[in-house]
């Protein structure tokens, strides 16, 4: 026998269910994550060999298609000339450390970048591969200049505690190649490293990079150019190195992040350092 009490107690059960579906679906709306599902991505390895950019294909290869990516793999740069690829590239994930830039193949990727196109990757394949190409730094926010004492015990720190890329990440330590680099001062930083002599001293590194103590330099950073998002983390130099949790988990959600430009709205990536 259905009481009063359990009617009402029925009618105020199916309002809270279409209440919360409603939100829920408007919850989705609203707060849709950055995601890998469908997009079309253009990976470019290739540069210097020290880097291991074939290796890298190997292990970030299985992760974006397990994700549900189109990864296209291209051991040249002349993919950034392909007009129609470009235009059906959502991502751009290059490792190519150092090598020259075409004219042709600067002004296809700059052109995709401009318009949605993302842009990450991570060490000297993105923060280090055409030297003399300042347009090509420019749209990278940094460049490599020096990595004092080779392999050393450092420390990344999370400075941006908010952000969906570093969010939840704690402070790591780990060694490899500390990068010391040039950096845009507007792109929006998310981890750093300082630098300590004491680290690199014993192994007879002299002059400059021995005056270096207590400089903080950033390690991982975004940045619009355009209509797309670039994301840049330093770490990398061994595949290693991507063992290491906290760095593969913002590896993965930079390049979640960056593959967005052309779904979602544009975000303030200016973070001007001086005012
Ligand atoms: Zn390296």
Do not use: C
């Not at 051991?75 to 190519?96: F, G, P, R, V």
């Not at 990450?120 to 730094?137: E, P, T, V």
């Amino acid at each position: 026998m259905t009481t009063l009490k359990t009617k009402h107690t029925l009618w105020i059960a199916t309002l809270l269910f279409a209440f919360l579906s409603q939100w829920h679906v408007h919850g989705q709306k609203v707060n849709k994550k950055p995601s890998l599902n469908g997009k079309n991505i253009v990976f470019v390895y290739g540069g210097w060999k020290g880097h291991k950019p074939a290796e890298s294909v190997d292990v970030f290869l299985p992760k974006l298609e397990a994700e549900g990516a189109n990864v296209k793999v291209f051991n040249s740069l002349d993919a950034y000339t392909d007009k129609e690829l470009m235009d059906d590239t959502d991502l751009i994930i290059q490792t190519w450390t150092m090598g020259d830039l075409s004219k042709e193949q600067l002004n296809g990727l700059k052109r995709a970048v401009l318009n949605g196109t993302g842009l990450a990757g991570w060490h000297g394949g993105l923060g280090d591969s055409f030297r003399n190409n300042i347009q090509y730094q420019f749209m990278v926010g940094g460049q490599f200049l020096s990595h004092p004492g080779g392999q050393t015990e450092h420390i990344v720190k999370i400075t941006n505690k908010k952000d969906p890329i570093t969010k939840g990440i704690k402070d790591f330590q780990l060694k490899t190649e500390q990068y010391y680099m040039l950096i845009d001062p507007n792109v929006q930083v998310l981890a750093t490293t300082t630098f300590d002599r004491d680290s690199y001293k014993k192994k007879g590194e002299a002059g400059i990079e021995n005056k270096i103590t207590g400089s903080v330099i950033p390690v991982v950073w975004k940045k619009n150019y355009g209509k797309g998002r670039v994301f840049y983390s330093s770490i990398g130099h061994n595949m290693t190195d991507f063992n290491i949790p906290q760095v593969m988990k913002m590896q993965m959600r930079g390049l979640r992040w960056a593959s967005e430009g052309k779904y979602m709205p544009a975000e303030n990536t200016i973070s001007p350092v001086y005012k």
